[in-house]
């Protein structure tokens, strides 16, 4: 029987993601571990440990404890909190990545899981159906640090054999958490916004298109990649994902068709030149060809998803 780590449970992807792998591999298989100990109450629905992925010695303790054979490495320092401090945002993002490479060299594991992101991609990046091999040259410390990850993560596949598989996430929405300090995170605050009757004033400008994807999408996407042959995972970078491309004023204007009075304005900030150096679009055909990806949500249907679902996590007050 598999035993699962999630490491950095308490996030957007890692709170969804957890709940799912509980489901198919049982609540007593599945461990949920972040840095702060009210995320417990979150991740009830499965075992949870306090860890810093950062103390390699208590990351490889309790994994032998547990006798763990797949880890999903979901901690990160995101976009635009990573600018406000690079180089421990890359200490982070690099050094835990690491250990857990290591950690699968040395027992080994089965298999682990590490997420990309569309921040690998650059200025000089094809913005159209940006494909999966193309030029690379991120301006963030985020991106830089997932590019490098890349690259690791292929190298102890191709030197020692580790089953390290991974996706380059477009920007998640959800309703189960906060947002967590992305370029993409406006697509997550405008519905809070929206369910509060409130305006919402966006950072990006109002014709700035960016890959999206809703997290049932994500989730889904992770699992089939995880559960997917080895033979038919043949990208040990990371794949190409996408669901949906659209703008500020695209999501504002598929909001109002369920929330007639919304309003919003446009104050772009430093985040605009992050989104400005992003794809568009998504080429993902080598993860519909390998291992048989297929979105299911259009951002109309998310729209409307999301708004009957988000009341219940964050209740409008008064």
């Known amino acids: 029987m598999d035993n699962i780590l999630v490491i950095g449970a308490s996030g957007q992807l890692g709170s969804e993601l957890t709940w799912a792998l509980a489901q198919q591999f049982g609540?007593?298989?599945?461990?949920?571990?972040?840095?702060?100990?009210?995320?417990?109450?979150?991740?009830?629905?499965?075992r949870f440990e306090l860890l810093d992925v950062m103390d390699k010695e208590a990351l490889f303790t309790l994994v032998k404890k547990e006798g763990i054979t797949q880890i999903y490495h979901l901690a990160a320092v995101l976009s635009a909190a990573g600018e406000k401090n690079p180089s421990a945002a890359w200490r982070l993002n690099m050094d835990s990545l690491l250990h857990v490479l290591e950690l699968a060299k040395e027992l080994p594991l089965e298999k682990v899981y590490w997420p990309s992101s569309i921040a690998v991609f650059g200025p000089n990046t094809p913005k159209?159906?940006?494909?999966?091999?193309?030029?690379?040259?991120?301006?963030?410390?985020?991106?830089?640090?997932?590019?490098?990850?890349?690259?690791?993560?292929?190298?102890?596949?191709?030197?020692?054999?580790?089953?390290?598989?991974?996706?380059?996430?477009?920007?998640l929405v959800g309703y189960k958490s906060l947002p967590g300090g992305g370029t993409t995170d406006y697509a997550v605050d405008i519905y809070h916004k929206a369910?509060?009757?409130?305006?919402?004033?966006?950072?990006?400008?109002?014709?700035?298109?960016?890959?999206m994807m809703y997290m049932p999408d994500a989730v889904k996407a992770t699992l089939d990649l995880m559960n997917a042959p080895r033979e038919a995972v043949k990208i040990r970078s990371s794949y190409n994902l996408a669901g949906m491309s659209f703008s500020p004023k695209e999501i504002f204007e598929s909001i109002k068709k369920q929330v007639p009075n919304f309003q919003i304005?446009?104050?772009?900030?430093?985040?605009?030149?992050?989104?400005?150096?992003?794809?568009?679009?998504?080429?993902?055909?080598?993860?519909?060809?390998?291992?048989?990806?297929?979105?299911a949500y259009t951002l109309d249907s998310m729209t409307k998803d999301m708004l009957s679902q988000l009341p219940a996590y964050f209740p409008p007050q008064g």
């Open 27 to 46: 609540a007593a298989h599945v461990i949920a571990t972040d840095l702060k100990h009210l995320s417990k109450a979150t991740l009830d629905f499965c």
């Open 128 to 171: 159209i159906n940006t494909p999966q091999f193309c030029v690379k040259e991120p301006n963030t410390v985020y991106g830089i640090s997932k590019l490098a990850g890349e690259g690791w993560c292929n190298y102890y596949f191709e030197k020692y054999g580790v089953d390290v598989r991974s996706l380059r996430y477009p920007g």
């Open 195 to 211: 369910i509060h009757q409130e305006p919402f004033t966006c950072f990006l400008e109002e014709n700035s298109y960016l890959p």
């Open 265 to 295: 304005t446009y104050r772009p900030d430093f985040r605009q030149g992050i989104a400005d150096s992003w794809p568009d679009s998504i080429d993902d055909s080598r993860a519909k060809e390998d291992w048989g990806w297929s979105p």
